[in-house]
């Protein structure tokens, strides 16, 4: 079975400061791990994925996520927080390139203080 | 045009009866799913649906049932709505193989 654990509910930062956004994964396979966001009333859209190959992501909007398998770990970042930003951020797991749903964690809602 | 369609996107029912929402996927993916999102926001997988097959089904009520008339259209019917179906419903759609998902815009369904 694969879990996902986001820590912190609710993050609030200041506009300009930097984003750190939590996620931990359990999974007994390598694990294929994602980033979505979802503003109010929407849908969910990629921020990013890690499948194989380079452990920093790079996404859109300035986001970028590390994978670190020592930690069991996919944290979220962005160096410059921007009003914009403000939204619900999901880290999401699938093992296995089949037609596995996402197993999402419980979400961390993004506050952006001016 | 937009990737992952659904409708409707409001649905406001009562209690007992039927319905359905539509989801539509103009990307040429081979699976498409149906997720629920509660009140707390938590995102659920319900099913899953490759090639006219159903891949996945949750533990989910027998009520709710997937219907895929081709491989771009992932219905989901729903029978005796009671009052903790309510929810948002997201319909996304992924080539299999190529892990990211696409999510449609939501059916947000109250049942009263």
């Known amino acids: 079975a694969q879990s996902v654990t986001q820590l912190g509910s609710h993050v609030s930062v200041s506009e300009g400061a930097l984003v750190l956004l939590r996620c931990n994964y359990s999974?007994?396979?390598?694990?294929?791990l994602f980033w979505y966001v979802q503003y109010p009333n929407q849908g969910l859209q990629l921020l990013l994925k890690y499948t194989t190959g380079a452990t920093l992501v790079k996404g859109i909007n300035g986001f970028e996520a590390e994978f670190k398998k020592s930690e069991t770990s996919f944290h979220l970042t962005k160096p410059s927080a921007h009003m914009s930003d403000a939204a619900e951020y999901f880290c999401?797991?699938?093992?296995?390139?089949?037609?596995?749903?996402?197993?999402f964690g419980k979400g961390t809602h993004l506050i952006i203080q001016p | 045009d937009t990737a992952v369609s659904q409708t409707p996107k409001y649905l406001v029912t009562q209690m007992g009866n039927d319905k359905s929402i539509k989801c539509e996927q103009n990307l040429g993916h081979d699976t498409m799913y149906w997720y629920k999102q509660d009140s707390k926001k938590f995102l659920k997988i319900m099913f899953s649906y490759n090639n006219k097959e159903l891949i996945i089904n949750e533990t989910v009520p027998n009520r709710f049932s997937p219907k895929s008339p081709d491989k771009a259209h992932l219905n989901l019917h729903i029978n005796s709505l009671e009052l903790g179906d309510s929810a948002v419903y997201f319909c996304?759609?992924?080539?299999?193989?190529?892990?990211?998902?696409?999510f449609g815009p939501g059916t947000r369904l109250t049942v009263t």
């Open positions: 996304a759609s992924s080539r299999q193989g190529v892990n990211e998902q696409y």
């Open positions: 999401a797991v699938r093992s296995g390139g089949g037609a596995d749903g996402l197993t």
């Open positions: 999974s007994s396979v390598p694990p294929y």
